[in-house]
């Protein structure tokens, strides 16, 4: 007998939480739409999301669909291909191109597995063949839940900072020195927000970061260039917050597809906070920071010096500390063989002269050591 997989809390997601951050303002229950001409399996999708909690409009055509699409945004689209007045990747553009946050679990044969396959590279998040049993089902829901919930919270979470910039700039814009501290005190909220998710992640930032405007001032980077460095080195994973921790706290190697969820965070983390005026250069380390000047990084595999500065400064930063800072399963690596592996890498991972400002720094001026 196959076993059911445990049941969520029906259709919620409670004002924070497991972050416990009760000032955001969450929806408790996704739009969902379900699109296939068959009555029976209408019927099943339909009985299995109110056993979970969760209500659905419906659609037997592509007309209908166009019409529901129209008429709302939906959260979640479970889409049948095959539609009697047409195919349903008309409706998969049409969600792609008008509704990109949405999240479609395709449905479709096993015969058509190749049609399947398209609808993933075109933006589909998953898709299920029929026929399908309930516990087949509730795993996708469970997992398409699961990334709804995250998304809401980072998109929530986003609005939440930017109205707390608005209210603190509003009450003090009188003291410039009390705004400065009111930036500090955002990026460092932006940071709690990832600890609670990835309680590791908060020794690394701070000190990735404190290296960041060290070699910065070597590169005689001076004033607010320091600042702006200081705050995205501090907040280059921040989009990790986006990732499903399915994934995040996963033991043990990442499958290709998982990989390639969690080289989205760069983009995700970008998109928190590039309309944050104060953090706009900033952004640029969360968004760059796995660039190599070779060109073989991620996420648009720029090179040499169209790799913003900031992030090509904080790749050496970062890199170090990865290499040196002890681990679970290993003890610290000698400052000796990590400057011969950051010289290998010289003009392949590294910008050669950053490279070479870095390694004239003091050891004992190095804050990995503390």
Request: glycine residues 6%.
């Amino acid at each position: 007998m196959q076993k059911v997989p445990e049941k969520p809390e029906a259709g919620t997601l409670e004002k924070g939480g497991s972050f416990g951050l009760g000032a955001l303002d969450l929806p408790s229950m996704p739009d969902i739409l379900i699109v296939d001409d068959e009555s029976s399996i209408l019927t099943l999708i339909s009985s299995i999301l109110i056993t979970n909690g969760y209500t659905a409009d419906k659609a037997q055509s592509l007309k209908e669909a166009f019409a529901a699409l129209s008429a709302r945004d939906y959260d979640i689209v479970f889409l049948d291909l095959g539609l009697p007045d047409g195919s349903g990747f008309n409706v998969l553009d049409r969600i792609i191109d008008t509704m990109p946050e949405t999240l479609v679990i395709v449905i479709t044969g096993f015969h058509d597995l190749d049609k399947a396959l398209r609808s993933i590279r075109k933006g589909a998040f998953d898709y299920i063949t029929k026929p399908f049993s309930i516990t087949l089902f509730q795993d996708r829901l469970y997992s398409v839940l699961d990334t709804w919930k995250t998304r809401t919270f980072s998109h929530a979470y986003q609005k939440y900072l930017e109205k707390l910039v608005d209210d603190r700039n509003r009450e003090l814009q009188d003291t410039v020195q009390e705004i400065e501290h009111v930036h500090d005190v955002t990026v460092f909220a932006l940071g709690a927000a990832l600890d609670l998710r990835d309680p590791e992640t908060e020794d690394h930032c701070r000190r990735v970061s404190e290296n960041s405007v060290l070699l910065g001032k070597k590169l005689d980077l001076k004033g607010e260039e320091l600042k702006k460095l200081k705050w995205g080195a501090y907040l280059h994973d921040i989009g990790k917050i986006g990732i499903p921790e399915s994934i995040l706290m996963k033991q043990g190697p990442l499958s290709d597809e998982e990989l390639s969820v969690v080289k989205k965070h760069s983009v995700l983390g970008y998109s928190m906070i590039r309309n944050i005026d104060f953090l706009m250069e900033a952004s640029e380390v969360v968004l760059y920071h796995h660039e190599k000047y070779d060109g073989s990084g991620y996420p648009y595999g720029l090179s040499g010096r169209d790799i913003p500065l900031f992030a090509r400064i904080f790749a050496v930063a970062d890199a170090v500390d990865a290499m040196i800072a002890p681990r679970p399963y290993r003890n610290q690596i000698p400052i000796q063989e990590v400057y011969k592996e950051l010289k290998r890498c010289s003009g392949v991972h590294f910008d050669p002269d950053i490279l070479s400002a870095f390694l004239k720094i003091p050891i004992s001026e190095l804050h990995y050591l503390k």
